[in-house]
């Protein structure tokens, strides 16, 4: 039976059961009439009858007879008044139950009222279906982009411009479904029936986004082509490989310099990179040579094909070793930042303890002896900025941040002059007492708690050293630096973390300290993604979006949550990349195709015939495999 033939056949049905109803109704009444006028059609008839003298016995039974005869006049009256009533009273129920039966029911049918609002539970398949159309938009636009960059070293920017437009309209499609799939893991929206229209938007999302790729391919191709046949493609590409393979042993020598100076915490993202970078260059050069003889065999397609794959690698590999000079970079910020940084914390701290005096003092009739003593506007800042907190809840932040900052202060070492003597540190350090190390003098500090007694602690900590090692260095700055024991990054992180919940908010310094926290985490997740695309979920990509958009805001009070998304990107990422493994390692397989495959640049089910990711699609096996 067909799905059309439901829709012909339940209104013929409908409108049977109706007429039948009807005709019962119609036949009952016609019966009750009929049995309302028949009495007085049989008693109209006059026929003499003779009188007689009446007898007891006659009498008796004229008066039985004249009985009997007003029971039947009255039966005669009720009952038909009853069957048409009891006829109408059923007719009604059977119309009653039908109507109802017909709203109830969700099949096609002549019921012209919609089915009843009930939303079953969203299919697990729609939410997976979601995910992976996330990262396959996600590979597609990623790896547009690098086939993309070395088609602008080889063209005019006017022929590249509109491709460049595509990407980016393409990337911002994606953006919106990374954001949509982000408020859908935190809850909203709550209703099931909107939970399933947001997956939906998700892959619509995305589908857009590869809409938009695909209706440019075929002219970024032949844009492609000719630089392809003759063989200026491949220039480009050699001399991008050439020269980043020149740049793995000035990555290798900064990294050495970053493990000997700071902490394994504080290089861990990059621990890996040069290794990495050599094994993607080495899995280049094998892709290139053999594009070059493909090239002069006359094989155009496959020599398109293994040059794609070069390509992708090459983006990789500079991936990796720009990650180590960017954290050399970042690390020697936030060396310079951590001691202004700790001096700006303790001062937030000084004033959100000055307002805590100032509340007790005004709860105990004291207020205007508190304000003095906070001076002005501080004491009235603290409090607007800790006003969802009770007393008791305020002071155990403010123990916290204490804590945290002493621990921080006695690890970190304080500022020296900028040209130093030679052995002033060390009279400092053997003094065992509190001196300001500004302008090179030695004079006692005051009893206050100001900055440089704390800088001063942080020198006699790092001054004590088990191993009776030289641990302090001067470096360009002046800035004394502990060798084996540092991580000014986490630093950073640590004290914009503890006074978050204290702070106004308002201090500059240390909304430059959540930046450059903020900023390193969310590079070192995205150049993680982009080498290991091929292993990493969606929602690993999903927080990794989200930490690039409240970092893109500007806003100062997105960017510990950055942070947070970023470090979160990055753990999740990982996971991903060993639970996924690398079953192309060892010695029977390419030199460098297992990396080749983590990093999504060629397919793990043909990584030597199957298609390179670029602009026009995803790795994938061939057709026919």
């Not at 019966?31 to 003499?48: E, K, N, R």
């Not at 920017?157 to 953006?175: C, Q």
């Not at 001399?239 to 493990?259: D, I, K, P, W």
């Not at 914009?496 to 310094?509: E, K, L, N, W």
Request: charged share 25%; proline share 7%; aromatic share 2%.
């Amino acid at each position: 039976m067909t799905p059309s033939q439901p829709r012909r056949g339940r209104p013929r049905r409908t409108g049977s059961h109706l007429s039948v109803r009807v005709a019962q109704t119609v036949l009952g009444g016609a019966v009750g009439v009929v049995w309302l006028v028949l009495p007085g059609m049989t008693s109209g008839a006059d026929v003499p009858v003779a009188i007689k003298e009446p007898t007891p016995a006659a009498s008796t039974a004229a008066v039985a007879v004249t009985a009997e005869d007003g029971g039947r006049s009255t039966v005669d009256l009720v009952l038909p008044l009853v069957a048409v009533g009891a006829a109408g009273a059923a007719a009604g129920y059977a119309y009653i139950r039908r109507v109802r039966r017909t709203r109830d029911r969700t099949t096609p049918g002549g019921a012209s009222s919609p089915p009843a609002a009930q939303s079953p539970p969203q299919p697990p398949a729609l939410d997976e279906q979601s995910c992976a159309a996330l990262v396959a938009a996600d590979d597609r636009i990623r790896a547009a982009r690098c086939e993309l960059g070395f088609a602008e070293a080889l063209f005019a920017a006017e022929d590249t411009a509109r491709f460049r437009r595509t990407v980016d309209g393409a990337a911002a499609e994606l953006a919106a479904a990374f954001r949509m799939r982000q408020r859908y893991d935190e809850g909203v929206p709550q209703e099931e029936s909107a939970r399933g229209h947001a997956l939906a938007g998700i892959v619509g999302r995305c589908k857009e986004a590869r809409g938009l790729l695909d209706s440019a391919s075929g002219a970024f191709e032949g844009l492609r082509e000719p630089g392809r046949a003759s063989g200026e493609a491949l220039v480009v590409a050699e001399g991008r490989f050439r020269e980043l393979t020149g740049r793995v042993g000035a990555a290798e020598a900064v990294l050495s310099e970053l493990r000997a100076r700071y902490t394994p915490t504080a290089t861990t993202g990059v621990l890996g990179n040069v290794e990495q970078a050599k094994d993607r260059l080495l899995f280049a050069t094998v892709r290139l040579n053999e594009a070059r003889q493909s090239a002069d065999a006359g094989q155009p397609e496959q020599a398109a094909r293994q040059l794609r794959a070069a390509e992708g690698v090459i983006t990789q590999a500079a991936v990796l070793l720009e990650g180590v000079d960017r954290l050399a970079g970042e690390l020697r910020a936030a060396e310079h930042t951590a001691p202004v940084a700790l001096a700006a914390a303790e001062a937030e701290l000084a004033r959100a303890r000055a307002g805590e005096a100032h509340g007790k003092e005004e709860a105990e009739g004291g207020g205007e002896g508190a304000a003095a003593d906070a001076g002005t506007g501080t004491g009235r800042q603290v409090v607007v900025a800790s006003s969802d907190a009770s007393p008791g809840e305020l002071h155990a932040r403010l123990l916290q941040a204490e804590t945290v900052l002493a621990s921080i202060r006695r690890q970190l070492p304080g500022p020296q002059p900028p040209d130093p003597k030679p052995g002033s540190r060390p009279e400092a350090q053997d003094s065992h007492r509190r001196d300001s190390p500004r302008q090179g003098s030695h004079t006692p500090d005051s009893d206050g708690p100001g900055p440089g007694g704390s800088h001063s602690d942080g020198q006699d900590t790092a001054r004590q050293d088990p191993a009776g090692q030289d641990i302090t260095r001067q470096d360009t700055a002046g800035q004394g630096v502990r060798e084996a024991d540092r991580d000014p990054i986490g630093v950073l992180r640590r004290i914009v973390r503890a006074t978050a919940p204290i702070a106004s908010g308002q201090d500059g310094t240390l909304q430059a300290a959540a930046l450059i926290a903020a900023r390193t985490a969310t590079a070192a997740a995205a150049d993680f993604v982009e080498t290991h695309r091929g292993a990493v979920g969606a929602v690993a990509r999903t927080r990794l979006a989200e930490a690039q958009r409240l970092l893109a805001t500007g806003d100062p009070a997105d960017r510990a949550p950055a942070d947070a998304f970023a470090l979160e990107a990055r753990e999740l990422a990982e996971l991903d990349v060993r639970a996924h493994g690398n079953p192309y390692a060892g010695p029977d397989h390419t030199a460098g195709v297992g990396g080749a495959v983590l990093g999504g640049v060629v397919p793990a089910e043909d990584p030597d015939g199957g298609t390179p990711a670029g602009f026009a699609g995803p790795a994938a096996p061939p057709a026919g495999g």
